[in-house]
């Protein structure tokens, strides 16, 4: 399966924990999204990556979250000091850049529960 | 501002008829629209796009419309199948660096 994959699956942890996700995205694509997903709700966007560069970052990203693609291939996604309010699903997307506009493909996501 | 939304936040269609989930944008600068189909406790996944030079695509049982006048977009599955259940988002790219703004989505049900 080459498509993009996220690790792991599920984290519980307890308020004021430091937590780490990670997002492998598809070998050739060059993009990479973050994005926090609650419940009914739609994914919103909290930051992307063009290779190793960090170009954008939503309002919603605040000094706790850090986000990293070091070497333009895989990208981690830090929360310190968790908050219950951090509860969501973290997706990640990635896709190719191009003139007409690159479709996003995104993995399965990680579910963030704190206690 | 820029905003995608989606008429019905829930539809219920039997099984073997069609479905259609409609959405309306506010960006009239958006340039692309995507579908995606999200299953309880997956990412979402990618059905179909459309660009703006476009007022039709169609794929494997699906088919998007884009109505620019109006700023509507709509998702037609042909025979709908139980596997067909799901949340369904429309998404719009503004253009800039590929940033896609989502809706809050449309729930599938399959009436057996």
């Known amino acids: 399966d080459t498509g993009v994959s996220q690790n792991p699956r599920h984290k519980i942890t307890k308020r004021g924990q430091n937590v780490t996700f990670r997002c492998d995205p598809i070998s050739e694509h060059n993009r990479l999204y973050w994005y926090r997903q609650t419940l009914g709700q739609g994914p919103e966007f909290l930051t992307y990556f063009q290779n190793e560069a960090q170009l954008e970052k939503s309002r919603l990203l605040s000094d706790r979250f850090s986000a990293e693609r070091p070497k333009g291939s895989f990208s981690t996604l830090e929360i310190q000091r968790t908050e219950q309010g951090d509860s969501a699903m973290y997706l990640c997307?990635?896709?190719?850049?191009?003139?007409?506009?690159?479709?996003?493909?995104f993995g399965p996501g990680t579910r963030l529960l704190v206690l | 501002g820029e905003s995608v939304g989606l008429h019905l936040p829930t539809l219920s269609v039997q099984e073997g008829d069609n479905s259609i989930i409609n959405c309306a944008y506010s960006n009239s600068a958006s340039d692309y629209f995507i579908w995606y189909k999200q299953e309880s406790g997956k990412g979402p996944q990618f059905i179909i796009d459309?660009?703006?030079?476009?007022d039709k695509r169609q794929g494997q049982r699906v088919t998007v419309l884009l109505n620019k006048t109006v700023k509507h977009l709509s998702l037609q599955i042909a025979a709908t199948q139980p596997g067909d259940s799901a949340v369904y988002f429309c998404?719009?790219?503004?253009?800039?660096?590929?940033?896609?703004?989502f809706g809050k989505g449309t729930r599938l049900h399959i009436l057996p």
């Open positions: 998404a719009e790219n503004t253009g800039r660096d590929d940033k896609i703004i």
């Open positions: 459309i660009r703006s030079n476009m």
């Open positions: 997307a990635s896709s190719l850049d191009s003139p007409a506009g690159g479709t996003q493909y």
